[in-house]
Nanobody
Framework: QVQLVESGGGLVQPGGSLRLSCAAP????????IAWFRQAPGKEREGVSC??????????LYADSAKGRFTTSRDDAKNLVYLQMSDLEPDDTAVYFC??????????????????WGQGTQVTVDS
């Protein structure tokens, strides 16, 4: 079973940028849909973005909160999926997770759809 590992979180000032990475040691991420979610303290886990498999059109979709500021992409050679975040705000503070449902094409961006999760990486936006 594929295992996911996030990295790249940290402390950033408002207006700053951060790039998160999702890796799958021992598996080929290219085959899978990879979604990004986040969960802030006391709040429900919410979808951020999704990227379809490289074996399809690799299409992406974004939550309204991410549109225009966040970009998800793949580096097939490095077997990584990225979440590039810019113009960060304090409300972006959360633990960020990558996840897959084992499928190929992005569909509903809801946590109930995804059954394989990484351990998460903390992003804190604070001056």
């Amino acid at each position: 079973q594929v295992q996911l590992v996030e990295s790249g979180g940290g402390l950033v000032q408002p207006g700053g940028s951060l790039r998160l990475s999702c890796a799958a040691p021992g598996s080929n991420l290219n085959y899978y849909v990879i979604a990004w979610f986040r969960q802030a303290p006391g709040k429900e886990r919410e979808g951020v973005s999704c990227i379809s498999s490289s074996s399809t059109d690799g299409s992406t979709l974004y939550a309204d909160s991410a549109k225009g500021r966040f970009t998800t992409s793949r580096d097939d050679a490095k077997n990584l999926v990225y979440l590039q975040m810019s113009d960060l705000e304090p409300d972006d503070t959360a633990v960020y997770f990558c996840a897959t449902d084992g499928g190929r094409v992005c569909g509903r961006l809801h946590p109930i759809v995804f059954d394989i999760w990484g351990q998460g990486t903390q992003v804190t936006v604070d001056s």
